[in-house]
């Protein structure tokens, strides 16, 4: 048993982040356009004026003559606002009205909305730029002293005393295969870890402030010669630098606990960090005219986990992963002088029509697995590839000579259910991939009659070389940090306005909403899929109350009446309601890089920074509200 890389929804890559920055653009427009619109009646209502004479935080009160180009800026952000949102307004009406979706009317209203969100967003932010641009690290980092020494001192930390246990005893009651330790101890460990350092972290930054309260210590601090926003940050950045030292020390006792404990057949096979290389996956079915169509999915066997789409043994049916992009230092012709050959790993599901013991059909099935460059292989020369084949069988490098002159190999197999094989073919197929025209292909067909083959995307990978296990370990521990920062930010902004249970409860809220079922499920409730059968069986809430009072099925239709018509457009804005609760809790999938870990999978560097650049998106309107919510406290004169 070699490693499984079952990745149902891709993690985000760098070539995503021109998608990610539109979506967080948005996103970030509306709430802070909300805030600003929350903050305007708040101000009212308690007789602090307007935030255009005085700032959102009131920051712009009383200024200098030399500071009035602060308050100056401010105008011009809203002013921005107001007529980005005219002109959206406008070009809308006019694009409904010439009737054409594609008019350039839409095209202007979007980019106003733009120009709109990113005006918002500065005008929000503005009294925090110009409050950060004036704090001084000196006092920020003696804040951040404070708050580690504190929670040393509360022995806050002992509860990280459960992990000693696992690491002393923890073998004697974990009991499994010698195949399987690799993975079974590194997906405890990490779980174990990131509950520990997101509860710990959680509760020690919701509690911070309150105490300060609480024992009145934060009037000593805020009469001194510090601004609150240096307060805040010193508060976040002490326990981050607290956790971040305790996740390393704890991280490097678990790699050499981990280490220690597994057998040396888990250490070949999954205590690895291959460097792997997806492919596309599309299946093609030979029609009546003897030609090869695509097709983006396979047959349906009727199973619930939809990863995986089959092809028919003993059918003219095929899956094909086309690598159109390699790594360049494949086609190195020293690697290729030290690597005579390449390494494909795969596992495929078995889905069994007959039972044919005889053949072995309740143990597997018999597929031919093909490695094609489209640039040099042609279906017609396979005859004539077979006939030198077979003269050429006895010499040692035959199969490297016809590689490299048809840019064909393929290697019959015999495979059982869910497990990983590995393959390897000879590099020189890929020699003259670099000259244009041609990509790789591997092709696979299954040649038991009877019996249906299934196969995903990242069922079959090339491993084109292996990383450093310890760095990848570190790689896995950042998901972890980065759910520790997560919550830490959450608590300190909480805490501000909010008690210390109430914050907890509320962070705490919102991790639980970023869990990858739940987040999976608020994205079946969107407005688009809300109705959609195949997506949400049963309706929006409404439609499931009245089906449930009404005693009918999921699948059952509704009657033709006006008043179903209401209820489904009520629960269209439940859509809406979903689809923006879902847009402010955050994707805790992004950050768990468990299965790359305990499976023996490279972390690749570009996802792991786009993972942290989302992190930083999704934190900045919360350290906004944060400063706001702690600048509108009244702690002391």
């Not at 959206?88 to 106003?112: K, M, Y």
């Not at 495979?415 to 292909?441: H, N």
């Not at 906004?624 to 600048?631: C, H, P, W």
């Amino acid at each position: 048993m070699l490693a499984v890389l079952v990745i149902e929804t891709p993690y985000a890559s760098l070539e995503q982040l021109g998608s990610a920055w539109i979506s967080w653009l948005n996103s970030a427009g509306v709430c802070a356009l909300l805030f600003l619109l929350l903050g305007e009646i708040l101000r009212w209502a308690f007789g602090r004026g307007s935030l255009v004479i005085h700032g959102l935080a009131g920051n712009l009160a009383q200024l200098s003559p030399l500071e009035v180009w602060k308050r100056r800026t401010l105008w011009l952000w809203l002013s921005l606002i107001a007529t980005g949102l005219v002109t959206a307004a406008l070009a809308l009406v006019l694009a409904r009205q010439s009737g054409n979706t594609d008019s350039a009317w839409r095209s202007v209203a979007v980019a106003a909305w733009r120009v709109t969100a990113v005006a918002a967003i500065l005008a929000f932010a503005w009294e925090f730029i110009l409050e950060l641009l004036v704090c001084r690290w000196r006092r920020i980092w003696a804040v951040a002293r404070l708050v580690i020494l504190e929670a040393i001192r509360q022995k806050a930390l002992w509860g990280f005393a459960v992990l000693l246990l696992l690491v002393l005893v923890g073998s004697w009651f974990i009991q499994v295969e010698q195949r399987d330790q690799w993975r079974t101890y590194v997906d405890i460990f990490y779980r174990t870890l990131m509950l520990l350092m997101v509860i710990t972290a959680s509760v020690l930054a919701c509690f911070g402030i309150p105490n300060d309260l609480r024992r009145q210590t934060i009037q000593l601090q805020v009469t001194k010669p510090i601004r609150r926003l240096e307060i805040l940050l010193g508060r976040m950045i002490g326990l981050i630098v607290l956790m971040t030292v305790v996740l390393f020390l704890i991280g490097n006792l678990g790699f050499l606990y981990v280490f220690r404990e597994v057998s040396p057949e888990a250490r070949a096979s999954t205590m690895r960090a291959r460097l792997y290389q997806l492919g596309d996956l599309h299946f093609e079915e030979l029609d009546n005219e003897g030609r090869w169509q695509p097709k983006r999915t396979g047959t349906d066997v009727g199973d619930e986990f939809t990863y995986r789409s089959h092809i028919r043994g003993g059918a003219p049916q095929e899956a094909v992963w086309t690598f159109a992009q390699l790594p360049a230092h494949l086609f190195d012709k020293n690697w290729q002088q030290r690597n005579r050959r390449l390494v494909a790993e795969f596992m495929f599901d078995i889905y069994r029509m007959t039972r044919d013991y005889e053949g072995g059909g309740a143990g597997g099935v018999a597929v031919l697995i093909r490695f094609v460059n489209t640039r040099l292989w042609d279906a017609a020369l396979e005859a004539q590839y077979r006939q030198e084949a077979q003269e050429l069988r006895y010499r040692e490098d035959w199969e490297e000579v016809l590689a490299k002159k048809y840019g064909f190999y393929e290697v019959p197999l015999h495979i059982a259910d869910l497990r990983t094989y590995s393959v390897d073919f000879p590099v020189a197929i890929i020699e003259r991939l670099q000259e244009g025209g041609g990509i790789l292909q591997v092709r696979v067909t299954c040649r038991s009659f009877g019996q249906y083959l299934g196969m995903g995307p990242n069922d079959l990978y090339l491993v084109v070389g292996e990383s450093s296990l310890y760095l990848n370990f570190l790689k896995g521990l950042v998901g972890i940090w980065a759910m520790t920062v997560m919550v830490i930010v959450l608590g300190s902004c909480f805490s501000t306005y909010t008690g210390a249970l109430a914050s907890l409860l509320l962070c705490w809220a919102i991790m639980f909403l970023g869990v990858p079922p739940v987040q999976q499920f608020l994205g079946q409730l969107g407005p688009g899929t809300i109705h959609r059968m195949d997506v949400n069986p049963g309706g929006g809430p409404l439609e499931s109350l009245y089906r449930l009072a009404r005693g009918m099925t999921m699948a059952a239709p509704l009657p033709d009446h006006w008043g179903i018509e209401l209820m489904r457009q009520v629960d269209t804005g439940y859509g809406y309601l979903f689809s923006a609760v879902a847009s402010i809790v955050p994707d805790l999938y992004q950050y768990d890089r468990t299965l790359h870990v305990s499976e023996g999978f490279n972390i690749p560097g570009g996802e792991l920074v786009m993972s942290l650049i989302l992190l930083t998106g999704y934190l900045v309107p919360y350290i906004l509200a944060g400063y706001y919510l702690l600048n509108a406290r009244e702690i002391a004169a």
